[in-house]
Structures are given as C-alpha cells and as structure tokens.
C-alpha cells in the first residue's frame, strides 16, 4: 500500500481521540496504566527499493510514537524498546515480564487484536517458569540478547521474591479460568477488536478475563484509518464505528444490487449494506478494501457502520486473509503429490480452528483413492499439508514462521461419501439441489460434528514453509 510521510499525522489525530471518548465512559484512565502487548515486524524493500512495512511497524517506530510527550491517560507498562523489538519472543517476553512487575498499576490489557491478547495468554502458560524466576532473582533470562531490551530490564527488574511466588500460584493451577483478572485485579475493560473476523475469540477471552468488557476502539487498514467506535463500551455485537470524513474520500458501493453508481459518505442510507472505497492522500484511486459495511445511523450527520465481513476471505486466525481462489489454487498445488498414487481430492473445504493456541487451518479432504495397495502414505499427506502452506500468501508464511502466530496446517481425511451427507444435510435444511454449492469454509456445528465423526486420519505439516523478508509475493 503506497503511504505518504503526512499521513501518519491523519492517523496520530484518530489516535488522539481514542482516550477522550474512552474517559466518557470509564473513569480514572490516569491513575494507572495500559498493558498493550504492541509488536513491530522485519521491515523489507520493494524490487523498486522502496521500504515496505506493515503500517503499525510504520507507526510505532516514527516518532509520533517514539518520542510522543508524557499523557497520564497513555502510560504503558510496555517499555518503547520491548515494543521496537523486531525478535517475537524477546519482545513479548520483556512486555509480558514488565505486565507483571507492574501488575498493580494496570487498568486496561489489550493488543490490537483478539488474537493478539490470546496469544500474550498462551505464551504466559508457556514461559511463566522462566518470567517466575527472573523476577524471584532480579536477572533476566539469557534468551533476552536484544541490547536496548537488555539496558532497559535492567532498570525495570528487581528481586521481587513475593511477586515471583504470587505468578507461580497463579500460574501453577490448571484452570486459567479469570486468569486476567487474578494477576491484574484493576483491569477495567480489555482494548482489542472482536469485530469481523475476530469474533471468533470472544468466549475464549470471556472465559481468561472472567467476562470484562471489551471495548472495540477503532476501525483501521493499512490504506487508510477508517474511524473510530463512539461508545466502546458497547457489547461486541452492537459496535458501530463512525467514519472519519477527513481521513481520505470514502464512497460506498451498495452490495448485492446491480447498481454501481457510488454512493457519498453523507448519502449512505440506515439499513444498506455497501462496500467501502477509498481515495486515499497516499494515492489509492477509488481502491475496494473489501469490507462490507451496514449502515446502523448517524452520530449528527456523520454515518455509523456496522462491520459486516469482508469479501472473499475464507480463512483467518491473525492478520492472514485467505480468499477461496488462494485455497484452491494450494489444494491443488498439494493434489500434485497425490498423483502417483493415482489418487485424487473429490472435495474438500475448511475450517480455522482458533480452540488452541496458537490457531491453525484445518483442511478437510475426501479423497479418491483408485489403488488402494498403492494409497497415499502418512509422510505424503503430510507433505501435502507443508505443500499448501508453501503455496499460501506471505503474510500466512510469516506468521507461520517469523511470529508463530498460526500453527502448523492439518489435513483430515474424511470416509468417502461424507460430502454427499453434507450435501443432504444442507438440502434438508432447505437448500436447492440445482443449486447447491459444497462450503468452502465451515463453522456451522452440526456441520464440523458430521465432518469431524467421519475423520479417519489427521496429517500436520511437518516443517515450517519458506518465508524470507526479501521474498514478497
Ligand atoms: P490490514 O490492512 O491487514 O491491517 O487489515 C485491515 C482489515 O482488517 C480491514 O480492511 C478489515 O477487514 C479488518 N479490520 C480492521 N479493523 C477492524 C475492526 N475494528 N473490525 C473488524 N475488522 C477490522
């Protein structure tokens, strides 16, 4: 996405009005801080050379960010030099040491999205030995090599045997039920977006922060800030975000008719539901983000939208957007290796499974096996798996391999004929047989209890699939 240096102020001004709607609603914001577990990623050049980037990774090193003056409503616990730090692992272990020092004084958790809190949890569960004894003995674990993240502990971290013992009683019991609310009593509301596709981790977030608030604050891409949400207090499923009019040109597409005559900002009516097009500062000319917007009201004259879903994506479990020409074109990449064995994929569809952490694909496959003496072995429908992975986007890649933010893809083959039940399942719920199109994507429960009872193996990559920063596609 092109972007240009001033717009970084267009997106410090929606940044800005994030805590002065927040304080209408919750109270004494300034007496404590906000644990955000905030990341930066490797950044990379374009073939033309130009610096590429995810646009929070352009936010968080400017000096907007870096260098922004003391706000008693903005106090992180997490040091700048945690934030900036490129390596996954040391810079979540030094928030997450750093969140616990300061348990105490914090207010509010969050990152920017669900998944990205979940995954803070997780890697709790994992490491909370380690962060246990670094703050029992006042040293921090050798695995932390980064220089500035090392200089900056050391004046954060003290002996602090009581706090070590209390993290280990926390920590040591199975249930992790509450688990937010145990270690930082005074948190109020959890700041993450459980919108769109995110949804999803609603009750697993419900069941650690023992059902806090979660406030969805703003509406955001890497082309353009959209806006923000006027009441974030508001349960999940009534969010509404009012769009910015001075953040770029926004024209609205009406979805599912056959008009394309585009709509203004100011002409958008209650009930519609549009896709969203933007002419951005930065160049973008009438662009389709692919986020389908309904239009819920009007904050004065500005319009407020629900978001609905975006257009084309399959599968998500972070920031990955996997649409069904993507997944078509891996099964069939992976489908290659089945061919000396003579055998085929009849059908196939998927799921994200977000229940562990962190989350995977699941993708599952009727085959047709024409010799069965010569069937596919374990070790090839295992590298089918790795072969999919290899043939997905580079934001799949790298949160496969630079963040460990998706596990490793499954295939599950099902009995044969399980695709034609699904087919009668649907046409007894009252689908149309002329038209009847087998699910790219389920999460229908009765559908995942049919599919899953007729699994009759599971195959998982057995490697992490190529990612380099300089390898864009
Ligand atoms: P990216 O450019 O990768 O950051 O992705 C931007 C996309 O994430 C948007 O176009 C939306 O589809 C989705 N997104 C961002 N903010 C929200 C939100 N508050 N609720 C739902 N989806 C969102």
Redesign the pocket.
């Known amino acids: ?1 092109p972007t240009i240096h001033e717009e970084l102020d267009r997106r410090q001004l929606l940044y800005s009005l994030l805590m002065p709607v927040m304080n209408l609603y919750v109270p004494g914001l300034d007496k404590g801080k906000g644990l955000y577990f905030l990341f930066v990623k490797a950044e990379t050049k374009t073939p033309g050379g130009l610096l590429a980037r ?3 990774t352009s936010y968080y090193n400017s000096d907007h960010f870096k260098t922004r003056p003391y706000d008693p409503f903005n106090v992180y616990t997490s040091p700048n030099e945690a934030i900036l730090c490129v390596d996954s692992f040391q810079s979540m272990y030094a928030q997450m040491l750093c969140g616990l020092i300061m348990r105490n004084e914090v207010l509010r958790v969050g990152a920017v ?1 669900a998944s990205g809190l979940l995954r803070a949890i997780h890697f709790l569960q994992n490491n909370w030995k380690q962060l246990a004894h670094d703050i029992a003995t006042g040293t921090l674990n050798p695995k932390i090599t980064d220089a500035p993240v090392r200089e900056c502990m050391r004046k954060i971290l003290k002996p602090n045997p009581e706090l070590a013992q209390f993290v280990t009683m926390e920590c040591y019991e199975e249930n992790w039920e509450c688990i937010i609310k145990r270690i930082w009593p005074r948190t109020k509301y959890l700041d993450v ?1 459980v ?4 949804a999803q981790y609603i009750p697993t977030l419900e069941y650690y922060s023992g059902g806090l608030p979660m406030a ?1 604050t ?6 353009c800030y ?1 806006g923000l ?1 006027l009441n974030p207090m508001c349960k999940p499923s009534e ?1 509404t ?1 009012t769009i910015m009019p001075n953040m770029a040109y926004f024209e609205f597409l009406p979805h599912g008719s056959s008009t394309s005559c585009l709509v203004d900002l100011a002409d958008v009516e209650v009930g519609k539901e549009y896709e ?1 097009i933007l002419t951005t500062y930065a160049g973008l000319c009438r662009y389709r ?3 389908i917007l309904r239009v819920t009201g009007f904050h004065n004259a500005a319009p407020q939208f629900r ?1 609905i879903r ?1 257009k084309n ?1 399959l599968l998500s479990i972070e ?1 990955d ?1 996997t649409d069904e020409a993507e997944l078509q074109n891996a099964i069939e990449n992976a489908s290659l290796l089945l061919k000396e064995f003579n055998t085929s994929v009849v059908e196939y569809t998927s799921y994200a499974d977000t229940k562990q952490i962190p989350g995977h694909y699941v993708i599952y496959w009727e085959l047709l096996v024409k010799d069965s003496a010569n069937a596919p072995t374990d070790d090839v429908l295992n590298r089918c798996c790795l072969q999919m992975e290899e043939s997905l986007n580079s ?1 799949y890649r790298q949160s496969r391999v630079a963040d460990n933010s998706i596990g490793p893809l499954e295939i599950r083959v099902v009995e044969n004929g399980t695709f034609e039940e699904l087919m009668d399942y649907a046409i007894s719920r009252g689908a149309s047989i002329n038209q009847y199109k087998v699910p790219r994507c389920v999460s229908f429960t009765p559908i995942m209890e049919l599919l899953n009872s007729r699994v009759v193996s599971k195959h998982f990559s057995p490697d992490l699939p190529h990612w380099t920063p300089e390898r864009r596609r």
Not at 218 to 223: F, W
Request: with cysteine; proline share 3%; hydrophobic share 50%.
């Open positions: 996405m995810p646009v929070l999205f977006i919108t769109g596709a995110m969805c703003m509406y955001a891409s890497s082309e959209f949400n969010v975000y969203l983000v692919g986020d978001f975006r994506v920031s957007k934001v």
